[in-house]
């Protein structure tokens, strides 16, 4: 859940929460900046930035290591913060320089990374094997056993970027039919 809040709804709330005016003079004055974040933004550099550093993190060595170290856990966590902020720039950046996508190809870019993430998802709920000794030696909290405790964050992690995919792809479809003739 932790990670879920970390990666697409602060993000979220801080891209939509910075007003365009004070986001395009900051922008306007640094061009070096700006020429950096555009390529970053890109919707193919953007989703493939977040589905590799979701996915890299979940790699159980990767994982086991930031749990122990508390350094490489807050790489851990601001490598996911900084590639969601791009990730979500596409769908809602306000920024009159570096704007959002139309919506039609938004609703493509979100097609894309969920399919991007279904990797990981499956590899978690479908494996035959936990996959991380923390969770495997963990206290049990509730009578499920470490690979049912796995499975079940493999589909509560599906489950949350689905939702925030049917939301955000609905809003973009919404907009966009209210803009179209009829």
């Not at 139309?102 to 494996?127: E, H, K, R, W």
């Amino acid at each position: 859940i932790q990670h879920n809040i970390l990666m697409y709804l602060s993000p979220l709330f801080i891209l939509l929460g910075i007003p365009h005016q004070i986001l395009d003079e900051f922008l306007e004055k640094n061009v070096g900046t700006r020429k950096i974040l555009k390529f970053l933004v890109h919707p193919i550099i953007a989703g493939l930035l977040f589905t590799l550093v979701f996915s890299f993190w979940h790699f159980s060595a990767f994982y086991e290591a930031a749990i122990r170290d508390k350094t490489l856990h807050m790489a851990e966590h601001l490598s996911m913060f900084f590639s969601s902020i791009l990730m979500w720039w596409p769908i809602c950046s306000r920024s009159k320089l570096i704007p959002a996508l139309p919506f039609g190809l938004q609703i493509l870019y979100i097609l894309a990374l969920m399919l991007g993430q279904t990797p990981i998802f499956a590899i978690l709920t479908f494996s035959k094997e936990v996959l991380y000794d923390t969770y495997f030696y963990a206290e049990r909290i509730m009578d499920i056993s470490p690979l049912e405790d796995q499975k079940t964050g493999g589909v509560l992690m599906k489950l949350a970027n689905m939702i925030v995919s049917v939301v955000v792809i609905s809003s973009a479809f919404y907009r966009w039919s209210k803009k179209q003739p009829v």
